[in-house]
């Protein structure tokens, strides 16, 4: 399965205990005790999530004398990095460019 996250977590848990405002005077811990356990349990399961995905960046710079003969770039990627399921490409030529999802049934990307 496919799964394209960018996730930037900033989480705040500013409980100022100090500052309690309660009319009996007894703080209900259990409350926020229950609260933020089932916060970071969520947030455990995203961890196992992502830990199976991998980003990473790889920039190659092609010089072609005869470019317009040029139809096709094949990558043999999924052959040496078997457990890859897909991979998003970026083309950039002085005519062109495109985004381009490969795997392994379509590691070729058309010019």
């Not at 190659?60 to 457990?83: D, K, R, V």
């Amino acid at each position: 399965h496919d799964h394209d996250h960018d996730h930037d977590h900033d989480h705040d848990h500013d409980h100022d205990h100090d500052h309690h405002n309660d009319a009996d005077g007894e703080h209900k811990h259990d409350e926020h005790h229950d609260h933020d356990h089932e916060e970071h349990h969520e947030h455990d399961e995203h961890a196992e999530h992502e830990s199976s995905h991998g980003e990473f960046t790889i920039e190659y710079h092609y010089q072609c004398e005869q470019f317009s003969q040029l139809e096709s770039i094949n990558t043999s990627w999924f052959e040496l990095f078997s457990s890859t399921q897909a991979i998003k490409a970026n083309l950039l030529t002085d005519t062109k460019q495109s985004a381009v999802r490969l795997d392994k049934n379509n590691s070729e990307i058309s010019l």
